[in-house]
Structures are given as structure tokens and as C-alpha cells.
């Protein structure tokens, strides 16, 4: 596995290919030779980026959280405003996925499918993207609210789904939908939009779980 080649542009053009057969077939029904013949790629050109299916569902899945975890280090605002934090968050993850549906989907349907050493890679990247919402949501919550655990796993469940449902001639782009997603997970469907957040952040609960199943 770490001998693969890096994410260039001709193995990105794979990658998006394969995530839109997986998502369309499912991964064990979707064969290389599909892949071959969405890529006009040989099975042998194939074959130099990855050695098997399993390595290449790992690269999609890999690649994915790899994109968000940089893209959210790079975007996260300066200061110790956690409701911005929050808000950064929800934006990174609706931006990447409303643009890579396809793969979204694949990460949800075949989660289960990686064993071994890929299924650790990417156990290890799920990881500390969950821990850094929990991190973000840790500064937001008061003490003796919504448990820490409920509110990661809630939030991910909101945006996690989005490609099921999500029409771009209704439902607004990417900013829209996580300015209303942000409001709706602070201030509830009740509140008029534009509502400031009363409370001051109080942290101290603890305890981070998994987007997708890690492991």
C-alpha cells in the first residue's frame, strides 16, 4: 500500500470514475472491467494505480477524508469563536460532498467493505475528522446539556444523508444549506434566522465516536 502512486491528476480522473460506478452498481457488483470501459483505461494502465478493487475503494476513501481534514485546517478561522468553528465545519463538509456526491455516496453504502491494513488507514482518518467536531461541539455545549456523543453522532446524521434528498434547483447551494443547517443545530427550527446564540459555550464533556463505522 504505501508503494501506490500519489493522487495526480490521471488517478483523481480514476478515482471519480470508480466512486460513479461503485455508487451506480454497488462495489461488490461494479468489476474493473467497468471501470476499464468508463476510463478508456486498460486493465494493465489500471493496474499500475492500484493493485486490486480493495486498494482501489481504500484511494476514493482515503482521498476523500484526506480532501476534508487538510481543507478544514486550511478554512478554520483564527480566534475562540466555537459557533464559527461550527459553522466552518458544516461548510467544508457540504461543500466537498455536494460537488463529489457520488463518492459520498460510496462512503456510506461501503463502509464495511475495507479490511486490514486498509480498513485501518481509513479507520485512522475518520477518526480525526470525528474527534475535531467533537473538539469544535466540546467548547459549545454547556455542562448537563445534550451529551457529547449524541451531538456528533446528530450533526454527522444532518449533513451525512444530504445526497439522498439534496435538489440544486431548490434546496441552494453548498454556503445556503450550511447557514440553515449551522441554525437549525444551535438554535432550532423555531428560531427566526439571523438569531444570535444566547448561552456562552461551557465544554467539559468527553468522548468522540466515528462518522461511518471506524473499526
Not at 494493465?44 to 476514493?60: A, D, H
Request: net charge neutral; hydrophobic share 40%.
Amino acid at each position: 500500500m504505501d508503494s501506490r502512486p500519489s493522487y495526480d491528476e490521471k488517478l483523481l480522473g480514476i478515482l471519480r470514475a470508480s466512486a460513479g460506478i461503485f455508487a451506480e452498481k454497488g462495489y461488490h457488483r461494479a468489476s474493473i472491467r467497468d471501470i476499464s470501459a468508463a476510463t478508456g483505461i486498460s486493465l494493465s494502465g489500471l493496474y499500475y494505480y492500484f493493485r486490486s478493487k480493495e486498494e482501489l475503494l481504500f484511494l476514493i476513501q482515503d482521498h476523500c477524508f484526506g480532501t476534508l481534514l487538510q481543507r478544514l485546517e486550511e478554512g478554520l478561522p483564527g480566534g475562540d469563536d466555537p459557533a464559527a468553528h461550527l459553522h466552518l465545519f458544516i461548510r467544508n463538509h457540504l461543500r466537498f460532498f455536494l460537488a463529489n456526491r457520488e463518492e459520498m455516496k460510496v462512503l456510506s453504502h461501503e463502509s464495511e467493505v475495507l479490511t486490514g491494513e486498509y480498513r485501518a488507514g481509513v479507520a485512522a482518518k475518520k477518526r480525526r475528522y470525528t474527534e475535531r467536531a467533537s473538539d469544535i461541539l466540546a467548547e459549545l455545549l454547556p455542562r448537563g446539556g445534550v451529551e457529547l456523543r449524541t451531538a456528533t453522532f446528530s450533526l454527522f446524521g444532518m449533513m451525512n444523508w444530504i445526497y439522498t434528498w439534496y435538489r440544486p434547483d431548490r434546496d441552494g447551494n453548498a454556503d445556503e444549506l450550511a447557514e440553515s443547517m449551522t441554525h437549525i443545530f444551535l438554535r432550532g427550527c423555531l428560531t427566526p434566522m439571523g438569531a444570535k446564540r444566547d448561552a456562552a459555550p461551557d465544554g467539559g464533556l468527553e468522548g468522540a465516536p466515528s462518522i461511518w463505522r471506524t473499526g
